[in-house]
């Protein structure tokens, strides 16, 4: 037998440590990161429980071959019988258990020992959000939680409830029967903390074990040897998996005496509680290292001058290693960096530089030339800039100006010309094909040439221009166009240069990076969040002289390069993590 407690206790070093990046399916989803060692941890005591592995055995207690005729006398007093017989033998499946279990337990289909109710089926328009007479309340899948969670039920007319059987009861099994892949087969023990008694929705069941304690049955269908199985055997449509009555009823259930199970379920109960503590403390450690980054982080963005700068930059220098161990961390000092390379506080200016101001007027110059000539259109006045605008003090030699003034500031079309095939077509690029700070091509739609054409005549595309998101969840994301290939854009902002050796197009990206999170919280349309292009030519740049642009990039990119290489050694130290905490759930086979 697995020592538990030793396999516990020695380890916790990588429960607690091994993380990944949190998933966004189903509710409680946020948070940036989710402990991964623990989740293993939990599914491991979960394996240990069903295998007969959390405790010893005890011939006192009789046999499970006496629980199952306990059980099939029950079931046959009741009315009880299951369809499993016929499902089983139509599925033409053999009933065995993929791993050894004691010899005092025994294993029957699942179909056997409970009875499964299938839930309640009505239309859209047959919904209610509030209670009132003659309606019942009726659960549906996203109520399925770790919990039965309540705070939006559904009503539905008590008509559509069949028989007594589809309203819920106490110790209830509520699983998923149709749903996302990853979250079929989801199971929630329902308590009875609905004052009203409720239904529930035709991609729920409920499953009531006979003799066999719903908290152990808990157990056996969250294990993931049960789940995988589950999930392999659901049939899968677009979107949504299913979960058959013919699967779900003939899954081997292995079973315990009836003492045993409760000692079992104390056991599990015991090692989940220290799962939750230590969850907790973990949490609670990964807060305040993040909060300490946060502080010094802090200091550095506050340096009233280069030589204060250096001296918080050297102290958080000499203990990098310990402040920067998780991608967070590392993202939050990116993002700090980027706060001062655009104030220009990365490294002390250059006193010979030419000023700022009379490189705006060489730019405006150009421009004026460009609208003479018809190579621009004039572009509605901007908003004069005001002193509480201003975000920052500037450094001697800058200037704060407008971006439409630094840049010409363009969008793509906003139009959805139809799709076209052949050799003479286009690529039609919107945000979605930004991939890793480049242009996918092949994920983008294709245009005909006649659409391009038109496209391009107010945004055609060249070598270094810029592609901002001005819409939706990846807002403020952005690319530097590294090829000479012709494609049209939709829904991104396009930004050219009046003259491209006075604006330079890294520190025009390197800007604009550093506003993306207040753009964000700036941008208008809730669930679609967008900006205007009247709202990014009226940014205000803070513009440096153009060689202490050419500097500004270079030093953030060389940051740039020591955090990148810091995220790649802390992915190998993850991944090992997260292997070491694989190996050590894998003993128990």
Same mark, same amino acid.
């Given at each position: 037998?697995?020592?538990?407690?030793q396999l516990i206790t020695e380890h916790l070093d990588i429960w607690t440590s091994s993380t990944e990046k949190k998933s966004s399916a189903g509710r409680g989803s946020g948070g940036a990161i989710s402990l991964y060692g623990i989740k293993k941890l939990r599914e491991l005591i979960l394996e240990l429980a069903i295998r007969g592995k959390l405790s010893?055995?005890?011939?006192?207690?009789?046999?499970?071959?006496?629980?199952?005729?306990?059980?099939?006398?029950?079931k046959s007093k009741h009315g009880k019988v299951s369809s499993r017989r016929k499902l089983h033998k139509e599925s033409n499946e053999e009933e065995i258990l993929s791993f050894e279990i004691p010899s005092e337990w025994g294993s029957a289909p699942l179909g056997d020992v409970c009875e499964i109710v299938r839930g309640i089926t009505f239309s859209g328009?047959?919904?209610?959000?509030?209670?009132?007479?003659?309606?019942?309340?009726?659960?549906?899948?996203?109520?399925?939680?770790?919990?039965?969670?309540? !705070?939006?039920?559904?009503?539905?007319? $008590? =008509?559509?409830?069949?028989?007594?059987?589809?309203?819920?009861?106490?110790?209830?099994?509520?699983?998923?029967?149709?749903?996302?892949?990853?979250?079929? =087969?989801?199971?929630?023990?329902?308590?009875? *903390?609905? &004052?009203?008694?409720?239904?529930?929705?035709?991609?729920?069941?409920?499953?009531?074990?006979?003799?066999?304690? @719903?908290?152990?049955?808990?157990?056996?269908?969250?294990?993931?040897?049960?789940?995988?199985?589950?999930?392999?055997?659901?049939?899968?449509?677009?979107?949504?998996?299913?979960? $058959?009555?013919?699967?779900?009823?003939?899954?081997?259930? @292995?079973?315990?005496?009836?003492?045993?199970?409760?000692?079992?379920?104390?056991?599990?109960?015991?090692?989940?509680?220290?799962?939750?503590?230590?969850?907790?403390?973990? *949490? !609670?450690?990964?807060?305040?290292?993040?909060?300490?980054?946060?502080?010094?982080?802090?200091?550095?963005?506050?340096?009233?001058?280069?030589?204060?700068?250096?001296?918080?930059?050297?102290?958080? #220098?000499?203990?990098?290693?310990?402040?920067?161990?998780?991608?967070?961390?590392? &993202?939050?000092?990116?993002?700090?960096?980027? %706060?001062?390379?655009?104030?220009?506080?990365?490294?002390?200016?250059?006193?010979?530089?030419?000023?700022?101001? *009379?490189?705006? $007027?060489?730019?405006?110059?150009?421009?004026?030339?460009?609208?003479?000539?018809?190579?621009?259109?004039?572009?509605?006045?901007?908003?004069?800039?005001?002193? #509480? #605008?201003?975000?920052?003090?500037?450094?001697? =030699?800058?200037?704060?100006?407008?971006?439409?003034?630094?840049?010409?500031?363009?969008?793509?079309?906003?139009?959805?010309?139809?799709?076209?095939?052949?050799? !003479?077509?286009?690529?039609?690029?919107?945000?979605?094909?930004?991939?890793?700070?480049?242009?996918?091509?092949?994920?983008?739609?294709?245009?005909?040439?006649?659409?391009?054409?038109?496209? $391009?005549?107010?945004?055609?595309?060249?070598?270094?221009?810029?592609?901002?998101?001005?819409?939706?969840?990846?807002?403020?994301?952005?690319?530097?166009?590294?090829?000479?290939?012709?494609?049209?854009?939709?829904?991104?902002?396009?930004?050219?240069?009046?003259?491209?050796?006075?604006?330079?197009?890294?520190?025009?990206?390197?800007?604009?990076?550093?506003?993306?999170? !207040?753009?964000? %919280?700036?941008?208008?349309? =809730?669930?679609?969040?967008?900006?205007?292009?009247?709202?990014?030519?009226?940014?205000?740049?803070?513009?440096?002289?153009?060689?202490?642009?050419?500097?500004?990039?270079?030093?953030?990119?060389?940051? *740039?390069?020591?955090?990148?290489?810091?995220?790649?050694?802390?992915?190998?130290?993850?991944?090992?993590?997260?292997?070491?905490?694989?190996?050590?759930?894998?003993?128990?086979?």
């Amino acid at each position: 037998m697995t020592d538990v407690n030793q396999l516990i206790t020695e380890h916790l070093d990588i429960w607690t440590s091994s993380t990944e990046k949190k998933s966004s399916a189903g509710r409680g989803s946020g948070g940036a990161i989710s402990l991964y060692g623990i989740k293993k941890l939990r599914e491991l005591i979960l394996e240990l429980a069903i295998r007969g592995k959390l405790s010893e055995q005890n011939t006192a207690e009789g046999t499970a071959a006496e629980l199952l005729k306990e059980i099939s006398t029950l079931k046959s007093k009741h009315g009880k019988v299951s369809s499993r017989r016929k499902l089983h033998k139509e599925s033409n499946e053999e009933e065995i258990l993929s791993f050894e279990i004691p010899s005092e337990w025994g294993s029957a289909p699942l179909g056997d020992v409970c009875e499964i109710v299938r839930g309640i089926t009505f239309s859209g328009k047959d919904k209610h959000t509030s209670p009132r007479s003659g309606l019942v309340a009726c659960l549906r899948t996203t109520n399925v939680q770790d919990q039965i969670e309540t !705070d939006d039920l559904i009503y539905v007319d $008590s =008509g559509f409830v069949k028989n007594q059987s589809q309203y819920l009861r106490r110790d209830d099994i509520v699983i998923s029967m149709a749903n996302s892949r990853a979250l079929v =087969g989801k199971v929630a023990l329902f308590q009875g *903390e609905i &004052d009203e008694t409720p239904s529930f929705g035709g991609f729920l069941a409920v499953i009531r074990p006979f003799l066999v304690l @719903p908290a152990f049955m808990m157990c056996f269908l969250r294990a993931p040897s049960t789940r995988e199985e589950m999930i392999a055997g659901a049939s899968q449509t677009t979107n949504i998996a299913n979960i $058959s009555l013919a699967k779900l009823e003939p899954l081997q259930l @292995p079973i315990p005496p009836l003492a045993e199970q409760h000692r079992i379920v104390v056991k599990v109960d015991e090692l989940m509680g220290l799962c939750d503590t230590l969850e907790r403390q973990a *949490e !609670d450690n990964l807060k305040a290292h993040q909060t300490l980054v946060e502080t010094c982080l802090a200091t550095l963005t506050n340096s009233q001058n280069a030589e204060d700068l250096t001296q918080n930059w050297t102290r958080i #220098e000499a203990h990098f290693d310990t402040l920067f161990t998780t991608e967070e961390s590392l &993202d939050s000092l990116w993002k700090a960096t980027l %706060k001062i390379a655009v104030r220009g506080d990365l490294m002390p200016q250059e006193p010979s530089n030419e000023p700022a101001s *009379e490189l705006i $007027s060489d730019i405006w110059k150009t421009k004026e030339a460009m609208i003479a000539e018809g190579k621009l259109r004039k572009a509605k006045a901007l908003t004069p800039i005001k002193e #509480e #605008e201003i975000p920052f003090p500037l450094k001697e =030699g800058w200037l704060w100006v407008k971006l439409n003034d630094f840049i010409d500031v363009r969008d793509g079309t906003h139009d959805s010309p139809k799709d076209a095939i052949g050799s !003479d077509t286009f690529p039609l690029v919107t945000s979605k094909n930004f991939k890793d700070g480049t242009i996918d091509f092949e994920t983008a739609r294709r245009i005909s040439a006649q659409d391009h054409k038109e496209i $391009s005549k107010r945004s055609h595309v060249e070598r270094d221009d810029i592609l901002f998101s001005m819409i939706g969840g990846n807002l403020g994301n952005q690319v530097i166009v590294k090829t000479d290939q012709e494609f049209s854009v939709k829904n991104v902002a396009l930004f050219k240069y009046y003259d491209k050796a006075k604006s330079l197009p890294d520190f025009v990206k390197l800007y604009m990076e550093n506003l993306a999170v !207040d753009l964000q %919280k700036q941008a208008s349309g =809730g669930a679609q969040p967008f900006v205007s292009l009247g709202f990014l030519r009226n940014l205000l740049i803070a513009v440096p002289p153009a060689n202490e642009q050419q500097r500004i990039v270079q030093k953030a990119r060389s940051i *740039e390069k020591i955090i990148s290489s810091a995220k790649t050694e802390l992915s190998k130290s993850v991944l090992t993590s997260r292997g070491l905490a694989d190996t050590l759930t894998s003993r128990i086979h």
